[in-house]
Protein backbone atom coordinates (compact mmCIF):
# COMPACT_ATOMS: atom_id res chain seq x y z
CA UNK A 1 0.00 0.00 0.00
CA UNK A 2 1.32 3.51 -0.81
CA UNK A 3 0.95 6.12 1.80
CA UNK A 4 2.02 9.47 0.86
CA UNK A 5 1.95 13.05 1.43
CA UNK A 6 1.44 16.23 -0.73
CA UNK A 7 2.84 19.23 -0.61
CA UNK A 8 1.76 21.61 1.95
CA UNK A 9 3.16 24.62 -0.54
CA UNK A 10 0.06 23.91 -3.00
CA UNK A 11 -3.70 24.32 -1.88
CA UNK A 12 -5.31 21.00 -2.07
CA UNK A 13 -8.89 19.93 -2.62
CA UNK A 14 -9.61 21.24 1.27
CA UNK A 15 -7.91 24.25 1.24
CA UNK A 16 -9.95 25.37 -2.17
CA UNK A 17 -13.53 23.76 -0.49
CA UNK A 18 -12.91 25.98 2.92
CA UNK A 19 -12.01 28.92 0.22
CA UNK A 20 -15.27 28.03 -1.91
CA UNK A 21 -17.46 27.96 1.07
CA UNK A 22 -16.31 31.07 2.89
CA UNK A 23 -16.95 33.23 -0.85
CA UNK A 24 -20.04 31.31 -0.64
CA UNK A 25 -21.17 33.00 2.90
CA UNK A 26 -19.44 36.58 2.16
CA UNK A 27 -20.97 36.65 -1.59
CA UNK A 28 -24.58 35.38 0.11
CA UNK A 29 -24.99 37.91 2.22
CA UNK A 30 -25.56 36.13 5.27
CA UNK A 31 -24.80 37.89 8.33
CA UNK A 32 -23.62 36.65 11.81
CA UNK A 33 -26.84 35.01 13.66
CA UNK A 34 -28.12 33.55 10.15
CA UNK A 35 -28.57 30.57 9.33
CA UNK A 36 -27.08 28.29 6.29
CA UNK A 37 -29.18 26.39 3.91
CA UNK A 38 -29.83 22.53 4.61
CA UNK A 39 -26.33 20.80 3.54
CA UNK A 40 -28.13 18.89 0.81
CA UNK A 41 -28.42 22.31 -0.88
CA UNK A 42 -25.22 23.65 0.02
CA UNK A 43 -24.03 20.44 -1.82
CA UNK A 44 -26.01 21.16 -4.90
CA UNK A 45 -25.06 24.99 -4.82
CA UNK A 46 -21.54 24.67 -4.51
CA UNK A 47 -20.84 21.42 -6.70
CA UNK A 48 -19.41 19.29 -3.27
CA UNK A 49 -19.90 15.85 -2.29
CA UNK A 50 -21.42 15.54 1.64
CA UNK A 51 -17.99 14.55 3.31
CA UNK A 52 -15.63 17.17 1.51
CA UNK A 53 -18.73 19.77 2.62
CA UNK A 54 -18.36 18.65 6.51
CA UNK A 55 -14.71 18.95 6.79
CA UNK A 56 -15.09 22.30 5.25
CA UNK A 57 -17.52 23.30 7.49
CA UNK A 58 -15.62 21.68 10.25
CA UNK A 59 -12.85 24.03 9.78
CA UNK A 60 -14.78 27.53 9.65
CA UNK A 61 -16.42 25.72 12.89
CA UNK A 62 -13.14 25.57 14.39
CA UNK A 63 -12.05 29.21 13.09
CA UNK A 64 -15.10 30.69 15.04
CA UNK A 65 -16.84 31.60 11.30
CA UNK A 66 -19.81 29.37 12.34
CA UNK A 67 -21.96 27.33 15.05
CA UNK A 68 -23.69 24.56 14.48
CA UNK A 69 -26.97 23.66 16.57
CA UNK A 70 -27.66 19.97 16.65
CA UNK A 71 -31.59 19.98 14.74
CA UNK A 72 -31.28 23.10 14.06
CA UNK A 73 -28.48 23.83 11.42
CA UNK A 74 -25.71 26.06 10.93
CA UNK A 75 -25.25 29.58 11.60
CA UNK A 76 -22.74 32.42 10.97
CA UNK A 77 -20.97 33.76 13.76
CA UNK A 78 -22.24 36.66 15.64
CA UNK A 79 -18.52 37.47 16.55
CA UNK A 80 -15.99 38.62 14.14
CA UNK A 81 -13.75 35.22 13.35
CA UNK A 82 -10.86 34.65 16.02
CA UNK A 83 -9.10 32.27 14.91
CA UNK A 84 -8.74 28.28 16.97
CA UNK A 85 -4.96 28.82 18.23
CA UNK A 86 -5.04 25.29 17.61
CA UNK A 87 -6.10 25.22 14.24
CA UNK A 88 -3.90 27.97 13.79
CA UNK A 89 -0.61 25.89 15.09
CA UNK A 90 -2.28 23.05 12.80
CA UNK A 91 -1.95 25.45 9.19
CA UNK A 92 1.81 26.79 10.48
CA UNK A 93 3.63 22.83 11.92
CA UNK A 94 4.51 20.81 9.08
CA UNK A 95 3.52 16.61 9.50
CA UNK A 96 6.82 15.97 9.61
CA UNK A 97 7.26 18.16 13.03
CA UNK A 98 3.83 16.93 14.09
CA UNK A 99 5.33 13.25 14.05
CA UNK A 100 8.54 14.45 16.21
CA UNK A 101 6.18 15.91 18.66
CA UNK A 102 4.05 12.84 18.69
CA UNK A 103 7.20 10.53 19.40
CA UNK A 104 8.77 13.01 22.00
CA UNK A 105 5.24 12.68 24.29
CA UNK A 106 3.09 9.61 23.05
CA UNK A 107 5.66 7.19 24.43
CA UNK A 108 6.13 8.45 27.79
CA UNK A 109 2.35 8.78 27.89
CA UNK A 110 2.08 5.00 27.32
CA UNK A 111 4.94 4.10 29.82
CA UNK A 112 2.67 5.81 32.42
CA UNK A 113 -0.20 4.11 31.20
CA UNK A 114 1.56 0.64 32.08
CA UNK A 115 1.99 1.90 35.89
CA UNK A 116 -1.74 3.19 36.78
CA UNK A 117 -4.13 1.82 33.95
CA UNK A 118 -7.19 0.27 34.91
CA UNK A 119 -8.93 -2.97 33.65
CA UNK A 120 -11.90 -0.33 32.15
CA UNK A 121 -8.79 1.69 30.49
CA UNK A 122 -7.67 -1.78 29.02
CA UNK A 123 -10.99 -2.75 28.21
CA UNK A 124 -11.24 0.42 26.18
CA UNK A 125 -8.13 -0.30 24.38
CA UNK A 126 -9.47 -3.69 23.05
CA UNK A 127 -12.46 -2.14 22.09
CA UNK A 128 -11.00 0.41 19.61
CA UNK A 129 -8.28 -2.63 18.20
CA UNK A 130 -10.97 -4.98 17.54
CA UNK A 131 -13.49 -1.96 15.68
CA UNK A 132 -10.24 -0.92 13.86
CA UNK A 133 -9.81 -4.57 12.11
CA UNK A 134 -12.83 -4.74 10.96
CA UNK A 135 -13.14 -1.10 10.01
CA UNK A 136 -14.54 -0.83 6.23
CA UNK A 137 -13.10 2.23 5.51
CA UNK A 138 -9.99 4.33 6.40
CA UNK A 139 -12.56 6.65 7.97
CA UNK A 140 -13.89 4.17 10.34
CA UNK A 141 -10.37 3.26 10.59
CA UNK A 142 -8.97 6.32 11.97
CA UNK A 143 -11.94 6.98 14.81
CA UNK A 144 -10.87 3.87 16.04
CA UNK A 145 -7.03 4.86 16.01
CA UNK A 146 -8.05 8.05 17.43
CA UNK A 147 -9.49 6.28 20.24
CA UNK A 148 -6.94 3.56 20.99
CA UNK A 149 -4.38 6.25 21.23
CA UNK A 150 -6.90 8.92 23.75
CA UNK A 151 -7.48 5.21 25.48
CA UNK A 152 -3.64 5.07 26.34
CA UNK A 153 -3.94 8.77 27.53
CA UNK A 154 -6.97 8.07 29.80
CA UNK A 155 -4.67 4.86 31.06
CA UNK A 156 -2.17 6.93 32.59
CA UNK A 157 -4.84 8.49 35.35
CA UNK A 158 -3.18 11.71 34.64
CA UNK A 159 -5.84 14.70 33.89
CA UNK A 160 -2.37 16.86 33.00
CA UNK A 161 -1.00 14.07 30.83
CA UNK A 162 -4.67 13.49 29.02
CA UNK A 163 -5.04 17.37 28.30
CA UNK A 164 -1.61 17.52 26.66
CA UNK A 165 -2.67 14.55 24.51
CA UNK A 166 -6.13 16.12 23.26
CA UNK A 167 -3.82 19.15 22.36
CA UNK A 168 -1.69 17.43 20.58
CA UNK A 169 -4.00 14.97 18.67
CA UNK A 170 -6.17 18.50 17.78
CA UNK A 171 -3.29 19.69 16.37
CA UNK A 172 -2.45 16.38 14.71
CA UNK A 173 -6.05 16.60 12.41
CA UNK A 174 -4.94 19.85 11.62
CA UNK A 175 -2.12 19.06 10.31
CA UNK A 176 -2.83 16.06 8.70
CA UNK A 177 -6.50 16.59 7.24
CA UNK A 178 -6.21 16.40 3.15
CA UNK A 179 -2.74 15.98 3.24
CA UNK A 180 -2.61 11.92 3.07
CA UNK A 181 -3.54 9.78 0.29
CA UNK A 182 -4.11 6.28 0.13
CA UNK A 183 -4.90 4.05 -2.69
CA UNK A 184 -6.83 1.64 -0.65
CA UNK A 185 -10.31 1.59 0.10
CA UNK A 186 -10.03 0.07 3.80
CA UNK A 187 -6.73 -0.80 5.65
CA UNK A 188 -5.67 -3.86 4.51
CA UNK A 189 -5.52 -7.47 6.89
CA UNK A 190 -1.60 -7.04 7.13
CA UNK A 191 -1.72 -3.10 7.79
CA UNK A 192 1.13 -3.05 10.30
CA UNK A 193 -0.60 -0.50 12.92
CA UNK A 194 -2.78 -3.46 13.93
CA UNK A 195 0.47 -5.50 15.34
CA UNK A 196 1.90 -2.74 16.64
CA UNK A 197 -1.10 -1.72 18.37
CA UNK A 198 -1.43 -5.04 20.04
CA UNK A 199 2.36 -5.13 20.77
CA UNK A 200 1.73 -1.72 23.28
CA UNK A 201 -1.73 -2.89 24.29
CA UNK A 202 -0.19 -6.46 25.46
CA UNK A 203 2.85 -4.80 27.06
CA UNK A 204 0.84 -1.90 28.82
CA UNK A 205 -1.62 -4.61 30.12
CA UNK A 206 1.56 -6.33 31.38
CA UNK A 207 2.71 -3.88 33.66
CA UNK A 208 6.14 -3.27 31.74
CA UNK A 209 6.91 0.52 31.52
CA UNK A 210 10.04 1.07 30.00
CA UNK A 211 8.93 -1.85 26.89
CA UNK A 212 5.24 0.07 26.55
CA UNK A 213 7.74 3.19 26.52
CA UNK A 214 9.47 1.37 23.45
CA UNK A 215 6.23 -0.37 21.83
CA UNK A 216 4.95 2.97 21.28
CA UNK A 217 7.97 5.00 19.97
CA UNK A 218 8.04 1.41 17.24
CA UNK A 219 4.47 2.16 16.09
CA UNK A 220 4.78 6.22 15.91
CA UNK A 221 8.41 5.50 13.46
CA UNK A 222 6.62 2.91 11.66
CA UNK A 223 3.87 5.44 10.91
CA UNK A 224 6.49 8.36 10.20
CA UNK A 225 8.33 5.96 7.75
CA UNK A 226 5.51 5.43 5.47
CA UNK A 227 4.66 8.77 5.90
CA UNK A 228 8.75 10.12 5.00
CA UNK A 229 10.81 6.99 5.04
CA UNK A 230 11.82 7.89 8.72
CA UNK A 231 12.04 10.67 11.16
Keep these: MRLSVISQSKPNGSEQAISQLR ?47 VGKGTFVSDRE ?30 REAAVNASGKALMAMQLAMERAHSASNWAVYEKQDDLFHRAIAEASDNLLLLAL ?24 ADHSSFAEHEAIAMEIAARRPEEAYEAMRRHLKSVSERLFGGA
Design 81 to 110: TVLDPTAELGRQITPFRMMRARLAIEPAIA
Design 23 to 69: EFIAEGGFAPGVRLPPERELCERLGMTRNVLRRALDALEREGALWRH
Design 165 to 188: FDQLNDVRRAVAWGNVVRDSPRPP
